[in-house]
């Protein structure tokens, strides 16, 4: 099916029943109960767990692949932002150029940063990735301000000369991003029961991207090209002594991985028309690596549940203050209650980093391979139980006749 072995068509499958029910599997608690806390249904966050996990598959192609570990991702992401806005300014609101030019603009500055950066690998090759992020960001920040609006952040203006499209609405105000005249923002509420589901045209126009960079990705990690980057990371020396020159090759990952990049940073803008310097920090950087090893670098579906990982602590678990905690032990007495909340304080809310790191560890510690290889363990644990049930079985059915 669509050129893909059984395993991977299985796999497609999953991410994309995943992502078209979102909706129903992030809401799983009634709106009304104390546990709607941990609803992630709705469409901001759900956008944001697609979109990261674009840019970490698209990081995995570099990182999974050839083993290069680059801290200046970020970079691409703020380009592709920029590019996005910058159409949203001068040509229309419509989301479609504005997604392409992002790409495009990522893809060559990816290209110019990966052909200087690729003439040294290992740790070299990361400072360099590095620097010129941060670079990247500098000039974002204070020196190329006509282009970027400086701190303040690039957004869309009721001055702006869009050629194509509406400068301004009926009452005046700023047009919004569209598909051909469908809102990004325009969100169906389905009420049953208790429950309230949210159906966003942004969310779903993201998702549809998604699978469409994850399909893409499982070709690539399938193909000669594919076998020839996993090389790469195997004994690139090895490969060098052979007269194989791989920079083609590791130069193409590069470009490949700044451009999924480029097309997270335009699906940004395009749900929010706003692109600001912070995208372009070495911690955005160190968040999508982070994303990568916690699924399971090299693998096809770790990166996105890494993503999804991440987000879900950052918008849920830091919204959890001392006043829910307050409602969560309010049954204890006073000195109980507040002893708890002293203890689980520091983990929650601002703290959110301190639970996620201790978590990180636990998965480095104990799963190297990431959340892809605990899910590995456990269905052998279950295929090993199965399959001792099945010689349980023969053996009783067996014994009779001997």
């Not at 796999?11 to 104390?34: D, G, H, M, Q, R």
């Not at 966050?45 to 979109?51: A, G, H, K």
């Not at 693998?299 to 905690?325: C, H, M, Q, R, W």
Request: charged share 10%; hydrophobic share 50%.
């Amino acid at each position: 099916m669509l050129g893909l072995n059984r395993r991977d068509t299985i796999t497609l499958i999953i991410v994309a029943t995943l992502a078209l029910c979102a909706p129903f599997i992030l809401n799983p608690f009634p709106e009304n109960s104390s546990l709607a806390q941990f609803n992630a249904g709705y469409p901001d966050l759900m956008q944001r767990f697609v979109i990261f996990g674009i840019f970490a598959i698209g990081f995995n192609i570099l990182f999974g692949l050839t083993g290069y570990l680059s801290f200046g991702h970020a970079a691409f992401l703020g380009v592709g932002s920029y590019s996005a806005v910058w159409m949203f300014k001068l040509l229309s609101m419509n989301v479609i150029p504005a997604i392409i030019l992002s790409v495009i603009i990522a893809g060559l500055f990816s290209l110019l940063i990966g052909y200087i950066s690729l003439r040294r690998s290992g740790i070299y090759f990361s400072i360099l990735t590095l620097a010129f992020a941060q670079m990247s960001f500098n000039l974002a920040y204070s020196v190329l301000t006509p282009i970027t609006n400086g701190e303040t952040g690039l957004q869309v203006t009721l001055s702006d000369p869009r050629i194509i499209g509406q400068t301004a609405t009926a009452d005046g105000s700023i047009p919004v991003t569209n598909l051909f005249g469908l809102e990004m923002r325009a969100t169906h509420v389905m009420d049953i029961g208790p429950w309230a589901f949210q159906f966003n045209t942004g969310y779903y126009l993201c998702a549809i991207l998604m699978l469409l960079a994850f399909y893409l990705s499982v070709r690539l990690f399938r193909s000669p090209f594919g076998m020839m980057l996993r090389a790469v990371k195997s004994n690139q020396n090895r490969m060098n002594y052979t007269g194989l020159n791989t920079r083609p090759y590791t130069l193409a990952a590069f470009v490949i991985s700044g451009m999924y990049a480029g097309l997270a940073g335009g699906l940004l803008a395009s749900m929010d028309p706003l692109a600001g310097a912070e995208r372009m920090q070495w911690t955005a950087s160190g968040e999508v690596v982070l994303m990568t090893i916690l699924g399971g670098a090299g693998t096809l579906l770790g990166p996105v549940l890494g993503a999804g990982f991440i987000k879900y602590f950052e918008n849920i678990f830091s919204k959890i203050n001392d006043n829910v905690l307050h409602t969560w032990f309010a049954v204890l007495p006073d000195g109980m209650e507040d002893a708890l909340v002293f203890i689980v304080h520091p983990f929650v809310g601002k703290g959110w980093h301190l639970t996620l790191g201790l978590l990180f560890m636990l998965v480095v510690i104990f799963l190297p391979g990431g959340l892809i290889e605990g899910g590995q363990r456990i269905g052998r644990l279950f295929k090993r139980k199965r399959t001792k049930n099945d010689d349980h079985a023969s053996a009783r059915q067996t014994s009779p006749a001997e």
